[in-house]
């Protein structure tokens, strides 16, 4: 909720079962996310813009900074793509950015 961003990284699945982001690629502008704190207290976030780009192209200055013109954002990020067994990673990253409203 401070000024800034929060940035998330999690899995979209894993070997054996779906992980946190299995539907991060659904995510589309105006969507709603919530965040509980520790406290109980909730922060409400709406989506502002979503890309998919590949894994040499990600800005990381883009996703640490609030997105365009807000000033505390939520980014959320996760591989996708195609899956490259010589690097063990995916050739893509979902990339979503939300703003506190």
């Known amino acids: 909720g401070e000024v800034g961003a929060v940035v998330v990284d999690a899995h979209a699945s894993g070997r054996l079962r779906e992980g946190l982001f299995a539907y991060i690629d659904k995510m589309t502008v105006g969507d709603t996310i919530v965040i509980e704190k520790g ?32 000033t505390r954002g939520l980014n959320l990020i996760t591989c996708s793509g195609s899956y490259v067994k010589e690097s063990a990673t995916y050739d893509h990253r979902t990339i979503v950015y939300a703003e506190q409203v």
């Open 39 to 70: 406290d109980g207290n909730k922060l409400n976030y709406r989506v502002i813009y979503t890309e998919e780009v590949p894994l040499d192209q990600v800005d990381m200055k883009k996703l640490l900074l609030p997105y365009g013109s807000s």
